[in-house]
Nanobody, 127 residues
């Protein structure tokens, strides 16, 4: 079993930056894909960014060029750096681990492919 604990997030003005961290425990996740999703009120979780075990990344079109994802396998941690934030980025952000995809395939865009989830972190961008 894998447990994910998120830190970071909060309130920032439009144009600002925030970062999120996701620490995994229970077992090493270095060969698993890690992803970030967000959820708007009343909506399904949507993919934001993902990184495979060997560092292949995927991004939602809405965040390309503004967000970066990285991981430190030695620390069992994934990071999401969010720059040039917009009010429409306001959401609850979740990290997730996909244990089935393998380290060499690009991370999945689909929430149902992910097996473990963090607790969620509010990100609020004021205009």
């Amino acid at each position: 079993q894998v447990q994910l604990v998120q830190t970071g997030g909060g309130l920032v003005q439009a144009g600002g930056s925030l970062s999120l961290s996701c620490v995994a425990s229970g077992r090493t996740v270095s060969s698993y894909a890690m992803g970030w999703f967000r959820q708007f009120p009343g909506k399904e979780r949507e993919f934001v960014a993902g990184v495979s075990g060997i560092g292949i990344t995927n991004f939602a079109d809405s965040v390309k060029g503004r967000f970066t994802i990285s991981r430190d396998n030695g620390k069992n941690t994934a990071y999401l750096q969010m720059n040039s934030l917009k009010p429409e980025d306001t959401a609850v952000y979740f990290c997730a681990v996909d244990k089935s995809r393998g380290a060499f395939r690009p991370p999945s865009f689909w929430a149902q492919d992910y097996d473990y989830w963090g607790q969620g972190t509010q990100v609020t961008v004021s205009s």
